[in-house]
């Protein structure tokens, strides 16, 4: 199984990721004007604002929310299973349970940050601003009294009248402010200020900093955070900054989908999958593409997607391809995928290609290939998509050319040769039993996997050949190719398999950095499992 396909057979992660303890965050937030709120401003230097006070107001208030996450408990079982946010009524009206362990977090927009001053609440804190030139006056008052200052008591009326209407006027100031503000962004606790003397954007400039991992957590402290992240507008701010972290997605049960986060090396559990017995025996592929997890499979009587979202922790299904297929070839660039190949539901080979964009939800009918073609694969390079290998023709003979589509012009080009071949070990198996070519890119160069050998090989755009550059991993053995993941994660390549064993099994997930070197193989983590990969994925946010 490779690409995200699983078969009925016989049966990190980014370096560039900052989400780990990096909080020099100030270089990647945007240019604003404090006193009105715009944009841009000068920077003094390549890592700094020209206002020094602006530095050390946003260090104060991103160590805070550094610090509250920290001190949340992480004991509680349903964080640890909920990849991103615990269950909530679709107007964020309720409070999940786990919200009781924050406690001291309960309105975040009425705590001072920590270490960023005193813990006063803010409405006590305008309150005592509002009230500035009132204690101001009456302590001058009381000053003249002691040094003997006589005044007639309608005077003193006088000043206590205009010192009074100077605190309402401030006091009114402060409400019309929280008014307009609320009227801007809708409720102030959903869409305003999240941290206190701190403009939106430079809260969330905040708050993309944290691991995604924390994001369950995040949602759980005030529907403010709850309705950020929900939106998703969290991580287009991540994905429009560079920021993007790789978890892994992977299914060795038909029904059940596991996530792994390379960075804080955490296992979760995906809901399970509610479907009938057709789809769940039936040949899968999966795809991720921007926060959603698409799986692609046929019910009884046609092909049916069940889409995973990020931002809700639940499955949907009913999305519609505008041309329905299986045995495709796919792959995905921030928020869009293109899809190409495959076969209908009369068994007919397509050369047609749809292109999927997660922030609508829409499909897009793209131009056909030269060659209708399945039981292929997909990748992007070099900012264009490629479809590699498969069968094709009247008597589904394997294809060794590759397709380039380019996303500008919206042309196919064919590339001769740049199917990674069969190994001598498999030749005497039908092309149709074979999985896909196990391919994958890292850095924009193409690698290939080579099950029966247990190679690794890479291609040379320029010669347009391919060339073995080292071994996989030992223990990750596979039937024909399928039940064994080969996958680009940031700038890694992961293998996911597991060995051949009686009674219970267990998964394996290898790493290597090709920058560093030849193929040396490190494991990230080991699961108890299920050592047959159905499906994979990877989710860059």
Not at 75 to 96: A, C, E, R, T, Y
């Amino acid at each position: 199984m490779l690409d995200g396909r699983s078969c009925v057979f016989p049966r990190l992660f980014s370096s560039t990721c900052p989400a780990e303890s990096n909080w020099s965050f100030m270089k990647f937030l945007p240019d604003f004007d404090i006193k009105n709120g715009k944009r841009p401003l000068e920077i003094d230097g390549e890592d700094g604002f020209r206002s020094n006070k602006l530095t050390k107001i946003l260090d104060q208030r991103a160590e805070g929310v550094r610090t509250s996450l920290e001190q949340q408990s992480w004991q509680d079982k349903d964080s640890l299973d909920s990849p991103v946010i615990p269950p909530m009524d679709q107007d964020g009206s309720n409070i999940p349970e786990r919200r009781k362990h924050c406690e001291p977090f309960k309105d975040f927009r009425r705590v001072e940050m920590a270490g960023a001053g005193s813990e006063q609440p803010s409405d006590e804190r305008e309150h005592h601003h509002a009230g500035d030139s009132s204690d101001s006056v009456d302590s001058q008052s009381h000053n003249q009294q002691q040094a003997g200052d006589s005044s007639d008591s309608s005077d003193q009326k006088s000043d206590e009248q205009q010192q009074q209407h100077g605190s309402d006027s401030l006091n009114s100031d402060n409400q019309q402010d929280d008014e307009q503000q609320q009227q801007q962004a809708g409720d102030s606790s959903a869409s305003g200020s999240l941290f206190p003397r701190m403009n939106r954007d430079s809260s969330i400039a905040c708050l993309s900093r944290c691991s995604r991992s924390d994001y369950g957590s995040l949602a759980s402290l005030n529907r403010g955070f709850w309705n950020l992240i929900r939106s998703g507008e969290l991580y287009t701010w991540r994905r429009l900054h560079g920021i993007i972290e790789h978890w892994i997605y992977f299914s060795c049960e038909l029904l059940e989908w596991e996530a792994y986060d390379p960075i804080r090396q955490r296992w979760m559990h995906l809901p399970r999958m509610a479907s009938n017995e057709c789809f769940m025996c039936s040949d899968k592929e999966s795809l991720a593409v921007g926060t959603d997890l698409l799986v692609f499979g046929k019910e009884y009587t046609s092909h049916v997607i069940y889409r995973y979202s990020l931002l809700t922790n639940s499955w949907t299904s009913g999305m519609r391809m505008n041309a329905p297929r299986c045995l495709f070839g796919s792959a995905s660039l921030g928020e869009v995928a293109i899809l190409a190949g495959g076969c209908d539901s009369d068994g007919r080979i397509l050369s047609s290609a749809e292109l999927y964009n997660s922030e609508t939800q829409t499909w897009e009918v793209l131009p056909s290939m030269n060659k209708p073609r399945k039981m292929c694969s997909g990748v992007f390079m070099d900012g264009k998509f490629y479809v590699i290998g498969g069968t094709g023709g009247p008597e589904s003979k394997p294809l060794t050319c590759g397709e380039e589509y380019n996303l500008q012009t919206r042309t196919w080009t064919e590339i001769p040769n740049m199917s990674p071949g069969r190994s001598a070990g498999g030749a005497e198996t039908p092309p149709t039993a074979e999985a896909p070519p196990l391919v994958a890119v890292v850095n924009d160069e193409l690698y290939a996997a080579d099950y029966a050998d247990m190679e690794v090989k890479k291609y040379d755009k320029d010669r347009k050949q391919w060339s073995v550059i080292g071994r996989l991993p030992e223990r990750a053995v596979s039937v024909n190719g399928w039940g064994l993941a080969f996958r680009a994660c940031g700038n890694r390549l992961i293998v996911i398999g597991g060995p051949r064993t009686h009674g219970e099994g267990f998964i394996e997930l290898n790493a290597w950095v090709p920058s560093e070197g030849p193929p040396d193989w490190n494991l990230l983590a080991r699961k108890r499992s299920g050592n047959f990969v159905y499906n994979c994925a990877v989710m860059g946010c």
